[in-house]
């Protein structure tokens, strides 16, 4: 045929016969059969060997072929992870430094936008936990195989109180109110540009913040659906607040709450300055109080920890945020305040939070005793 410049319907005919059908045709027999000559078939597949129908490429895709095909992205990710196993956390794992392992041939971005495309990985900070010795790894394995068959009316019943110990902070003005409330944001929706307008930042959680009352210290205690215990510690606390804790408060709400129980089952972390402290085990043994340990570093195995003081300062901030900007309390009213908070959690919400510990322990045993939610 005369001319070099190919109609549609030749450049559909050479896309089926090279590339659709089998290894293809040659460009000397594709030729022929267009009866065109061989250059003009050669030119074309040449000007079309980065397009869209090039071999081994997506179908259906339009734009220039991928480099980085679907297959070498497949294999992008088990570098990636074996070199932040590597790391262990101590050096960030940057986009240079995977595609330096890959070879890959295009530019990181490019690289990091498909590998998002297409197995879902980005950048995201990373979870804060406590660092775990390969003791600890086998005591919450085991501590999950013995417990993971124990469902939630067990964990009703078989333990009658869980305590803990936290520091909170008072804030008894518009300022310091409007400061824990801002740190407790976790983000914004905003436009480039935005981020430094008020109302789109929040308080670096990092830097002393001084409130202008002093904190406290609380020992909470949960059992029976309720928040049976919260007790201020206004000095330090050390053995000599937990044997009072233990033979006053404690005992005493334990024989009331469970009156038919000789001995009382107690939930407790192992924190040494005042739960594990010798006086401290003493006036256990003399309040007829077993505990009911947990592996150590294990937050995620007390009630406390990993759900009621979330709690409490969510009801906090709640009933905070209609207050006018003026409006101004007492120390004591706000300690009133807290502990009414912690006593107004219903019990459906406190035995769901404890029913919780089946699947934790579960969690456990399929982590092998590593990191687990929550």
């Known amino acids: 045929m005369p001319g070099t410049q190919l109609s549609p319907k030749e450049i559909a005919y050479i896309k089926q016969w090279r590339y659709d059908e089998g290894d293809g045709l040659a460009p000397s027999t594709i030729a022929i059969r267009l009866d065109r000559d061989k250059s003009t078939i050669t030119r074309h597949l040449a000007m079309k060997s980065k397009g869209v129908w090039k071999k081994g490429e997506e179908k259906g895709r339009r734009g220039p072929a991928r480099v980085l095909t679907k297959a070498k992205v497949a294999t992008l990710l088990p570098k990636l992870e074996a070199l932040v196993g590597k790391a262990k956390g101590e050096y960030e794992i940057t986009s240079a430094m995977l595609k330096k392992s890959a070879r890959v041939k295009v530019s990181a971005r490019v690289m990091m936008k498909r590998l998002n495309e297409q197995e879902g990985t980005k950048w995201y900070r990373m979870r804060q936990k406590p660092t775990l010795t390969v003791v600890d ?121 469970y009156p038919h129980c000789r001995r009382y089952n107690v939930l407790e972390d192992n924190d040494p300055a005042g739960f594990r402290s010798k006086a401290g085990l003493q006036a256990k043994v003399d309040a007829k109080i077993d505990t009911f340990r947990i592996p150590k570093h294990s937050p995620q195995l007390n009630l406390c920890d990993y759900w009621l003081w979330k709690a409490v300062n969510t009801k906090m901030r709640a009933t905070e945020k209609p207050w006018a900007d003026g409006k101004k309390e007492t120390r004591d009213a706000y300690l009133r305040r807290l502990k009414r908070s912690a006593q107004s959690l219903t019990k459906e919400e406190i035995n769901h939070a404890a029913g919780s510990m089946k699947r934790r322990c579960l969690d456990l045993v399929a982590a092998k005793g590593g990191q687990i939610e929550g």
């Open 137 to 257: 790894v086998k005591d919450r394995f085991a501590f999950g195989k013995a417990y993971g068959g124990k469902n939630k009316r067990w964990w009703l019943k078989k333990v009658q109180l869980t305590i803990d110990v936290k520091f909170f902070p008072v804030f008894l003005n518009s300022k310091a109110r409007s400061h824990v409330a801002q740190s407790g944001t976790r983000g914004v929706y905003r436009r480039k540009g935005q981020a430094l307008t008020e109302g789109y930042y929040k308080p670096n959680p990092k830097l002393k913040y001084n409130t202008g009352a002093k904190g406290v210290h609380v020992l909470a205690g949960v059992g029976n659906g309720k928040v049976l215990l919260w007790e201020y510690i206004e000095g330090r606390w050390n053995s000599a607040e937990a044997v009072r804790l233990y033979k006053g408060p404690m005992r005493k709400v334990l024989q009331e709450t």
